[in-house]
């Protein structure tokens, strides 16, 4: 099975801090992408992209920034963290096509004090 | 932007029981569904797709998609407390995935 590795597990940042989320994948996949994950909304898209140096928006961009600099590396950026980013974020990798299935990371819960 | 929705929030079935989860997709341009399982504590895995109209089964799972509808909903015959966990299901077009909010299910022994 595809293997997506996130780091940290667990963080806590205060109001206005600067994180960094890290994933990476080594089933050379094209696409990554990063969810946040919140009782009652489901997955929500943050960001994506289908190879190095791509970003694509997605549905809840506003506050993230991300960069995919290898194939293998995506990493979500939060400059001024806000306790609303408090939230489960999953990476996830997929082969390409839109018929792909995804794989998703363990996750990684950020505490916005 | 594309919604999905899903019904209902959250589902009690006792052990051997039927769960029928449903899900709908608010995109004409949807053209793959996915159903995704997620354990309490773990991350979400692909459980089953279906990606043309009509039924597909794969042991005690069953899936069904009329894309006219934009309408899918997995059917669990002979539920297990194991597949107590939260549901959900995933439309895509042009590599966006979007995941709907998620149907709870409980299986009571």
């Known amino acids: 099975e595809a293997a997506v590795t996130q780091s940290p597990r667990n963080k806590v940042t205060v109001t206005g801090g600067n994180v960094t989320l890290s994933c990476r994948q080594t089933?050379?996949?094209?696409?990554m992408y990063w969810y946040r994950q919140d009782t009652g909304h489901g997955l929500r898209l943050i960001h994506y992209?289908?190879?190095?140096?791509?970003?694509q928006i997605g549905d809840v961009p506003d506050g993230y920034k991300a960069t995919r600099t290898t194939q293998e590396d995506f990493f979500l950026l939060l400059e001024l963290a806000s306790p609303s980013q408090t939230s489960l974020y999953f990476c996830a990798s997929s082969v390409g096509s839109s018929a792909e299935t995804l794989y998703f990371g363990s996750g990684t819960r950020l505490t916005v004090l | 932007q594309q919604k999905v929705q899903q019904s209902p929030e959250s589902l009690i079935v006792p052990e051997g029981g039927m769960a029928s989860l449903n899900c709908t997709s608010s995109?004409?341009?949807?053209?793959y569904f996915w159903w995704y399982r997620q354990h309490s504590g773990k991350s979400p895995k692909m459980l089953m797709?279906?990606?043309?109209?009509g039924e597909k089964e794969e042991g005690r799972f069953t899936v069904h998609l009329n894309k006219a509808s934009l309408h899918t909903s997995l059917h669990i015959r002979d539920s297990q407390p194991s597949d107590s966990a939260l549901y959900l299901c995933?439309?895509?077009?042009?590599?966006?995935?979007?995941f709907g909010t998620g149907t709870r299910l409980q299986v009571l022994p």
């Open positions: 797709s279906i990606f043309s109209n």
């Open positions: 995109d004409r341009n949807v053209d």
């Open positions: 995933a439309t895509s077009n042009t590599n966006k995935v979007v």
């Open positions: 089933n050379s996949h094209n696409y």
């Open positions: 992209s289908y190879g190095a140096g791509n970003l």
